[in-house]
């Protein structure tokens, strides 16, 4: 019984030898080596994103807050506009030709 | 930019929690002393007594003369044994050798026990078994 | 066989130590093939501890006596079904279920996320930590696989352990504890790969909802198992293993509504990575508490060997999640405010404090017998009072906030727009609270309270549903386009249920001991009780004493009970067979407990009626639908986030 639990014990090894060094197998010389780097602009670009989707989202939340009576005409009307900015602002920054208006983005009023 | 009031409501729940927990232990501090058999000689007031059953058990504890039992340290090797006189359930795994517990104060000499009080531990097992009033 | 149990193991171990030393270092130094080698060595190890549980569950199903731990914990009379539920009934077993299902959500939460090649770099030695302190345990201090000369039967089963719940109720709970390290490795993972955004969040939201789901039900399902099966009458007694699930669950929910924060506002970023350090280390404080004995009550009174290592553990964890958010501050810096004390995410707030000072009021109640012993040298313990005043204090405006919270307005809400949406809730309240004081339930403040602010809450949900109805057209497609929310309120719904229940069946019940003889009776509460005869039944491996009880309600009989006691001859064990009646007309129970049997013929009965006690378990079943409404995936928003991050990749030049 116990060689019997030995060789089953041997082969699980292997394969589990063999299933770790996979990457290394495949690739003996690969092109690049490297994990890939988030730089600084995708950073930055992923938290554009992150404040567009945001803006966009509270501004769906505003208005349907009004539709069903939470948010009271007063207050919508008080904040709707610079809400809209807001997304407006966001969906700027993310225009592929401009620059990444980080001052600007990161107001967040 | 005005400064975020985040930090002072922080503050201040601590604050107010603190002071709740604060009052509590104050006024109400019902933490009772846990006590083995050897270190119950000359105990005042209303504490828990920790042990294990030694002999049989006399009496019933459903009648007027209570049930009376011997307890003795669950560990160590002090001979220190106290006499118990307990009225009120009896929890099922309860026999010699049980791991128990009970509170109630000392009087001449006698463990007598808060009325319903006795739970019975599981030893080393995996699940509690014990029977106890809510 | 216990060899492959072992070997594998020990191929376990290897695997999830190379997972965090090559894991490590390939993140560090960004070297991809390794990271990926690093990766796979947890998927393998999923594999490896899975031939170990596959080795322990043949032997505990073959009967192998030669195995201490199927010697143990089974015997040969045992039901099928038990003995299987064995494999975590011992310390041993119960490590390696935890290993097993640790193993297993990583190697799914990994494999899911993959493609975010960067978080998972970092995300795999944090989850190989945590494995690689469970796979020493097994290998070197306290293994499932010890041999011995076979003796003829095992030790058998705790009675009170054979029972339905618990074959449900410790998976549950493991699901539960393991899943919430998933959460806490991609926080550090995050942290540790220097990230700022809140893909870990997007990652991560159903792990932690489905595992704060799996702990809530298992605490449901424990706590009906003590109740049904230990019976004393209840189904709490804030026992250390009892709190041990409890304040995991605790942290987890204040870390659930505080994520939502931090995707809408992008707010409190440091306190959600310590919100879910402190969730992930009471989880392993909750292993550490139910499995090593350490605190003296319910469980048992010898310390177990593992104690000290789980202890060490637990700091380091704790060390390690301190440093790490501590060095990564600058990274967590929110750019947005809070706007105003009156706003959804101040309620938001306000119930994370509460739910974490209960959460450490019922910590220090735990650990104060450790606390005092080291200190004084004297051991001091607090009890229920001390938890029902803050379980009081704490959890009733927790349930007030419940019903304010949908009521308020994101970032800030006038007082004049909070005056119109709580109008109809708090008619509500008053008309409850007036309606119950003159029926004569004002005799409990604290049940009052409870009643009054479950009115108050109950309003504001079917206002919340109402209003969103009318104004998307169809329930369906509200609920469809917004499932976390509405979920969420169904989830809030049990929990009102769950109030009520505990309410009624604590602050309203009422208690009655009696010795009776052949054809006396008793009364309680209205109801009367009148004991018929005596039976003695031979089981197949136990035998039972039980009496026959008749229960009328005036002048109907509504039911016939057979409280009683068993004795097991293998386990040379009692069990206690209490005899329920549940009541349809108050949702209530009439709890019989036979307490002794005289030499005379005398039944000494425990009768205690419970009104609403079963809203407790129906709370149960609302909350896991509330929990799949909530879980369940949204295509729309599945897109949306898929195109954000890898919109982002694609961007690049």
């Not at chain 1, 589990?16 to 690049?32: H, I, K, M, Q, T």
């Not at chain 2, 517990?101 to 509690?128: E, H, I, M, W």
């Not at chain 3, 594999?47 to 143990?72: C, E, I, M, P, Q």
């Not at chain 3, 229940?501 to 009655?512: L, V």
Request: proline content about 4%; overall charge positive.
């Amino acid at each position: 019984m116990t060689a019997l639990a030995l060789a089953l014990g041997a082969v699980l090894a292997a394969l589990v030898v063999v299933f770790v060094a996979r990457p290394f197998l495949r690739e003996p010389a690969p092109v690049s080596d490297r994990l890939d780097e988030q730089g600084a602009v995708d950073r930055l670009r992923l938290e554009l994103l992150e404040e567009r989707d945001r803006a966009l989202s509270a501004l769906k939340e505003l208005e349907f807050d009004h539709r069903t009576g939470k948010v009271t005409d007063d207050d919508y009307r008080e904040q709707v506009g610079p809400m809209r900015r807001r997304a407006a602002e966001t969906l700027r920054a993310l225009e592929p030709r401009a620059e990444p208006r980080a001052a600007q983005v990161g107001s967040g009023r | 930019m005005k400064r975020s009031p985040a930090r002072l409501v922080i503050a201040l729940s601590v604050a107010a929690v603190l002071a709740v927990f604060i009052l509590y232990t104050a006024i109400a501090g019902n933490a009772t002393t846990q006590l083995s058999p050897s270190a119950l000689r000359g105990a005042t007031g209303h504490v828990a007594l920790i042990g294990m059953v030694v002999g049989k058990p006399t009496g019933d504890s459903h009648s007027v003369a209570g049930m009376r039992f011997r307890l003795k340290d669950v560990s160590g090797t002090s001979s220190a044994r106290v006499l118990v006189d307990y009225h009120g359930s009896v929890p099922d795994l309860f026999k010699p050798t049980a791991h128990v517990v009970l509170s109630g104060r000392l009087q001449n000499g006698v463990f007598v026990a808060d009325n319903g009080s006795l739970v019975t531990k599981c030893p080393s097992k995996y699940a509690p078994a014990n029977s106890k009033k809510t | 066989m216990a060899a492959l149990g072992r070997v594998a193991l020990l191929l376990s171990f290897g695997l999830v130590a190379y997972a965090l030393v090559a894991g490590s270092f390939a993140a560090y130094t960004r070297r991809r093939r390794l990271a990926l080698s690093a990766q796979n060595a947890l998927l393998a190890a999923f594999g490896t501890t899975l031939v170990a549980a596959g080795v322990l569950l043949s032997a505990l199903a073959r009967h192998d006596f030669s195995f201490v731990y199927v010697a143990a914990h089974t015997s040969r009379s045992l039901p099928l079904g038990y003995t299987l539920s064995a494999f975590w009934g011992g310390q041993e077993g119960s490590l390696l279920l935890w290993l097993v299902i640790l193993t297993g959500y990583a190697a799914l939460a990994v494999w899911l996320n993959r493609r975010s090649r960067e978080l998972i770099a970092w995300v795999v030695p944090v989850l190989g930590g945590v494995a690689l302190f469970f796979a020493f345990m097994l290998c070197f201090v306290s293994s499932p696989f010890g041999k011995a000369v076979a003796p003829a039967d095992g030790a058998g089963m705790v009675a009170s352990l054979q029972n339905p719940y618990m074959l449900a109720h410790p998976p549950m709970l493991y699901l539960g504890y393991v899943g919430l390290t998933i959460p806490f490795a991609f926080a550090m993972g995050a942290l540790l790969s220097g990230r700022t955004d809140e893909r870990w969040i997007v990652a991560t939201r159903r792990w932690t909802l489905a595992a704060w789901t799996f702990l809530g039900v298992g605490q449901l399902l424990g706590a009906h198992w003590a109740y049904v099966e230990i019976g004393w009458g209840g189904y709490y007694a804030w026992d250390p293993v009892e709190n041990a699930a409890l304040m995991p669950w605790l942290a987890a929910t204040a870390f659930l509504h505080s994520v939502m924060i931090q995707e809408k506002r992008g707010m409190l970023k440091v306190w959600n990575m310590v919100l879910v350090a402190l969730a992930f280390n009471l989880s392993i404080l909750g292993t550490f508490l139910t499995r090593s004995g350490v605190v003296n009550s319910i469980h048992s009174f010898s310390q177990s060997p593992i104690g000290g290592w789980f202890l060490s553990f637990i700091v380091g964890c704790v060390v390690f999640s301190v440093v790490i958010i501590y060095l990564r501050l600058p990274l967590l810096r929110a750019r947005t405010k809070l706007e105003s004390l009156v706003s959804r995410e101040a309620t938001f707030l306000y119930n994370n404090l509460l739910l974490v000072a209960l959460a450490l009021t019922i910590l220090w109640g735990v650990m104060y017998p450790l606390l005092t012993q080291a200190v004084t040298g004297e051991t001091r313990s607090v009890s229920k009072p001390y938890y029902d005043f803050f379980l009081h204090s704490f959890g009733l405006p927790l349930l007030l906030l419940m019903g304010i919270g949908p009521l308020v307005a994101w970032r800030r809400a006038s007082l004049r727009a909070l005056g119109k949406t709580f109008i109809i809730p708090a008619v509500a309240a008053v008309v409850t609270g007036v309606a119950l004081i003159a029926v004569g339930l004002g005799s409990s403040t604290p049940g009052l309270l409870a009643y009054t602010f479950s009115a108050f809450v109950f309003a504001s949900i079917v206002l919340e549903f109402t209003r969103g109805t009318l104004a998307t057209g169809s329930l369906w497609r509200l609920v469809g386009k917004n499932r976390r929310r509405y979920g969420g309120y169904v989830v809030h719904a049990s929990v009102l249920l769950l109030a009520i229940g505990i309410a009624g069946s604590s602050a309203y019940q009422t208690i009655r001991e009696r010795g009776l003889k052949v054809g006396q009776s008793m009364e309680v509460a209205g109801y009367t009780l009148t004991y018929r005869s005596l039976e003695n039944t031979q089981h197949s491996n136990s035998q039972s004493t039980s009496a026959t009880v008749d229960v009328t309600r005036g002048r109907t009989h509504v039911a016939t009970l057979h409280p009683g006691k068993s004795f097991f001859p293998v386990e040379q064990d009692f069990g206690n067979d209490v005899s329920i009646y549940h009541d349809p007309r108050n949702l209530g129970d009439v709890f019989t407990i036979a307490d002794q049997f005289d030499k005379n013929g005398t039944l000494f009965l425990k009768v205690l009626v419970k009104p609403l006690v079963n809203l407790v378990w129906a709370a149960g079943v609302l909350f896991v639908f509330g929990s799949l409404v909530a879980l369940w995936p949204d295509a729309v928003e599945q897109r949306r986030l898929a195109q954000r991050y890898e919109g982002a990749a694609a961007a690049r030049t």
